[in-house]
């Protein structure tokens, strides 16, 4: 069976299935039984300056029958006493020596870093993640976010970690910025041992229709929150991937955080360079139980392609997700619908007839609802593909020879691409559209 | 109500018996896994008698993981494949499903399970491997869910399992005595086979033990012996005429039903006796079987039935009638069945009684007794110091299922008096942890 235990940037855990630091690394008791349950780390919930919090804290965002596919909030760092937080990771520690327990911290002064910083090293805090990132309340004391989208602060603070630190320190970024690389580069040029990223994105979730309140609604007002959960993940793992292929980060570990459920979004996280990743809102949602379906799918997966480590497939993805302008022009797919499947929902034809490229038609014949698909009108846009709420019945089947390759680069070098409106080799060109006039004749639905 | 022709060929006695919890497609499988709240403590879970870790294996489904979900299916339940199409799941795990508290539907936790299950028995990929060998062998006698599940445990355990069976196919009464709506032979047969290449056991099939010395012949050769004879044949039914032809025990008719399928002959009319879930199967089939009048006949009230009431609504729905608080006391005929002579009862301060000068006669072709099955003393005389308890039930601890010789191990309807198919699948996993651990005591 393959080994999952991991040396992340010299911070070792028997797995790279690790809990974020936030309320489920709340005390030591949940940390323990998270360990139990087989997490491999937790990222101890953020400790640093004195706060206190509000009540009514989170807001979710529910998708028909989903709950909380999107989430956020607006709790502040730790509320409780640092003394009771130290002794408890030192507890954790003697229970649990094999796991990485890593102390979150958010302090203001160098002094203050410096002593936080020793304070958790002495309590056997296996690494320290700075917390650069949270998008509310904190940033408003000039810490988290403030700090996470101004690399030069970032990088001094870092730098201040760096000059005391003798355990692995990893910067945690903001996406509260326009390009992540931003920040990251600060932190590698600050030192850091590795980056985690995601924090939350400053969301609203919802106004309360009867007072206009955001929610959480904290007695008629709320503030922007944190926005977390399966939502953020596609958003996430595109930034992790940008760290991961930037030349001067590339290297840095990186702990992969953002809407993480399932087994197959640790391995997307890992497939984009990720060498750990940190889980909040599905354990909120859930609770520590939900690792053992992770474990069992990363296990499967890791078997069934032969993979001895998780080394073996960190960051495997990157080569592929290549420039829009060195993908292969010549590339064609068309829809298929199959007939034995298909329920006659037509959505599949409503969404290409009014939302994309009129490839799509209708028998007219009341006893059968199966679409059919207009190859010559089909640009291959998958749109159809994508709403059909039948399994495997519509299907993108590839049409060129899969030869000749070109792509935009290697036409723009020959010479061959488009220069005014009207060129011929536009791309639009050859394709049918109809008359607008025939919107108003045809008999529309 | 439906109307049943008589079958003619194989085709139509699969249409006869249209399977109840067909095999669900991808599209169902998916949005029906989207469902499941992945509940703490799941209540689904504490009502499957072998733990299935459901919410688990739902999930696994739903993000793709099928395979992973058959693994944790079988974890816990060798009869996983079958257990999801036969098990009363309305009383067990989605009885238990907390949509029910809010009128939702619950999952269908079944036909999730036979689904993620079938995806390995059909692509034959092995999940699971026999233990590195011990040096250790049982032998078990009977091939049914308790003695297959055993033998499954005990060669991830390590050891050599040889199983002795009277029949000539495996898995007892799964194929032998189910109705055939709820699986299909090839079906149940798949997933012993499937078993039987991932682990590979050995089941010696005719081979019946019967006597003493084969008994201690065992005992010699084998570190310890697992129990799995179930229950015997129908039991017997102390009336006058119940020696006429076309009187039939259910047991032995739906036996020869799966066997023989459509090549059965059922006459026009068929009084099936008792009130269990085996008298409502015998009811549904003959009904399903072109009978144009089934009763079901039982002598106390509807309510005071032992089978469940889905069962008794499915054999309605099939064609048959229920006649209530009746006492059959005498089979009508000279050579053959013509009829059966009943007398009303009442119930009176508890006590069922007979309404004096109520007798009446209902003619028939058939009839067949679901009075119970009879248990197997007989054989359990063949072992010293095996102890039976009032009911005649092998008595064993219920953690490790040893019986009271403590070489002989023992579970599934043998001790539980008759119960599910996953009732059997539990006990001889457990039995085989059972053995295992005693062996360990022995030797240190
Ligand atoms: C009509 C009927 C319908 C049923 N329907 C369902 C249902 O829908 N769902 C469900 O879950 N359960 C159902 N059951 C119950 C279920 O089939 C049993 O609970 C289960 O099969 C018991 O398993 P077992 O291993 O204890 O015994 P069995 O399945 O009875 O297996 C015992 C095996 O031992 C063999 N054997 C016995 N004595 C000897 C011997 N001396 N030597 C060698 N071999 C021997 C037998 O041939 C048999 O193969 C039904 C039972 C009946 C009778
Ligand atoms: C209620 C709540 C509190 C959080 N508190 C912290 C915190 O104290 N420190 C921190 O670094 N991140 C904090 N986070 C952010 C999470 O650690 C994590 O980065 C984010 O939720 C994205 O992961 P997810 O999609 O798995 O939830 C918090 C998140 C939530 C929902
Ligand atoms: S989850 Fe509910 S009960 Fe628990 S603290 Fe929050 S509001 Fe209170
Ligand atoms: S979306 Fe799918 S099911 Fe619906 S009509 Fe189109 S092909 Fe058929
Ligand atoms: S009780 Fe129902 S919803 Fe809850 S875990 Fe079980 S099947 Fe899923």
Redesign the interface.
Known sequence: MADLSINFAGIKAPNPFWLASAPPTNSGYQIMKAFEAGWGGAVWKTLGVPVVNVSSRYGSTDYR??RMVGFNNIELISDRPLADNLKEIEEVKKYFPDHAVIASLMVESKAEWHQIIKDCENAGADGLELNFGCPHGMCERGMGSAVGQEPEVLKTIVEWVMEVATVPVITKLSPNISHITDPGLASVQGGTDAISLVNTFKSIVGINLDNYAPYPDVGGAGSNGGYCGPAVKPIALNMVRELASHLQIKGTPISGIGGIE???DVVEYLLLGASSVQVCTSVMH??F??V??IE??VL?FMDDKGYDTIYDFVGKALPNVKEWKDLNLNHKVVATIDEE?CIGCELCYIACEDGAHQAIGLSGDPGNRTPYIIDDNCVGCNLCSLVC?????ITMDRRDDGKAEITWAERMANNDVPTTFNDSRAGGLGHYVPEPSLALKKNQK | MADYKRPASEEDFHQNFAQKKPLM???EA?LES??CL?C?DAPCVTACPTGI?IP?FI??IS???T??AA??IFDQNWFGNACGKVCPTKVLCEGACVYNHQDVKPIDIGRLQTYATDSVISSGKTLFKPGASNGRKVAIIGAGPAGISCACELRTLGYEVDIFESKEKPSGLTLYGTAPYKITNEEVLAEIEYLENSLGFNIHYNSTISTKEQIEELQSNYDAIFLGVGLGPTAKLDIPGIDLKNVEGAVEFVEELRMKQHEVTVPDRVIVLGGGNTAMDAASETSRMGAESVILAYRRSKEQMGGYSFEYDLAVSAGAKGLFNVQPVRIVGTDKVEGVEFIRTEQKNGKLEYVSGSEFILECELVIKATGQAKMAPFFDLIDGLELDSGNRVIVDSESFQTTNPFFFAGGDSVNGGAEVVNGAHDGKAAAHGIEAWLNSQNS
């Open positions: 029958g989903s399932t087994w197959r859930y609770g139980g939900i053992r379906e069992a799918g499967q499947k709420p039948v399994q495997d019945c | 497609n991808d599209t998916y989207s469902r992945f703490f870790d688990l999930k696994q993000s793709g993981n395979e992973g693994k944790t």
